[in-house]
């Protein structure tokens, strides 16, 4: 689990980085076509149609599709602002999982967790501060990563206990690829040499952390592993530091703070009370 966080840390910045030579959508179809390839090369041989098998195509599109549209907003987002501050607004997917989880699953929300879903949203403030340069489209880029990854989380909810997560992983990279493919003569960028090995990583460890993810799902719960997501605000605060030379304000820390503190009091305790697993702020 706590490689997987490495393997999205780094996927997030270099993403930033290459989102500062070549289109949003450039680097994001990239970065699901490889993912794509790398799955077909290693995984094909053995598992065969077995990657696109599903008793529910539609459902598996239509989650692929909420997952790309959370990877076009972070992107874009990160294009503009920094690295930490980004991801610890798109961290309130938790908390908008709460949310909608009342509008359509129709579950009952006590009292404490709503106050905690509104300390959550209050901490977004603390980071994006109105009057702030943080204040701008690409904000509410950041908050479109959030919501469109709750969306895809609940999805995951209604999801038969059937589906392969193989397949569930291969369809949120081919339909990326697809997706995109058809904007790509309007925005196509010849790669600098340079630039290759990164577009290679991207895919990578796209891949690799999501499979990881899965793994670490397989061997432990949810509910243990959910509180080591957060740690990827550490490694994209150091990585933010070290490639951009960008670290975040007292603000930006009280904001993560108070979005760390909500999140986790929402996941423990709304395990405690319903015996169900929390949503991870993992992407």
Same mark, same amino acid.
């Given at each position: ?89 798109? *961290?309130?997917?938790?908390?908008? /999982?709460?949310? !909608?989880?009342?509008? $359509? @699953?129709?579950?009952?929300?006590? #009292?404490? +967790? ?84 990164? *577009?290679?990583?991207?895919?990578? /460890?796209?891949? !690799?952390?999501?499979? $990881? @993810?899965?793994?670490?799902?397989? #061997?432990? +719960? ?62």
């Amino acid at each position: 689990m706590l490689t997987a966080v490495v393997c999205f840390s780094s996927l997030d910045t270099t993403g930033k980085y290459l989102s500062g030579f070549y289109p949003v959508t450039q680097v994001v179809w990239i970065r699901y076509t490889i993912h794509a390839v790398l799955m077909i090369a290693f995984l094909g041989p053995r598992i065969g149609w077995g990657l696109v098998h599903t008793s529910q195509l539609g459902a598996q599109i239509t989650r692929a599709t909420l997952l790309l549209g959370s990877t076009l907003c972070n992107f874009s987002a990160l294009a503009v602002l920094p690295l930490a501050e980004v991801k610890a607004i798109s *961290f309130v997917s938790p908390l908008l /999982v709460t949310v !909608f989880a009342v509008w $359509l @699953l129709r579950e009952h929300v006590t #009292l404490s +967790r709503w106050a905690a879903v509104i300390v959550g949203f209050l901490g977004t403030l603390f980071i994006i501060r109105p009057g702030s340069h943080m204040l701008s489209w690409a904000a509410f880029l950041a908050l479109g990563t959030a919501l469109c990854y709750s969306l895809y989380q609940i999805m995951t909810r209604k999801f038969s206990t059937d589906e392969d997560p193989i397949a569930t992983l291969f369809f949120s990279a081919i339909v990326g690829c697809v997706v995109l493919v058809s904007v790509m003569p309007f925005v196509w960028m010849k790669p600098a040499l340079a630039h290759v090995p990164l *577009f290679l990583l991207i895919g990578a /460890v796209g891949m !690799f952390g999501h499979f $990881l @993810l899965i793994k670490a799902l397989e #061997l432990e +719960r949810a509910s243990v592993l959910s509180p080591f997501g957060y740690t990827q605000l550490i490694w994209v605060t150091l990585f933010g530091y070290l490639v951009f030379g960008q670290w975040p304000d007292h603000h930006a820390f009280i904001g993560m703070a108070v979005i760390v503190g909500s999140g986790l009091y929402v996941a423990w305790g709304h395990r405690a009370r319903r015996n169900e697993e929390p949503d991870s702020a993992i992407e």
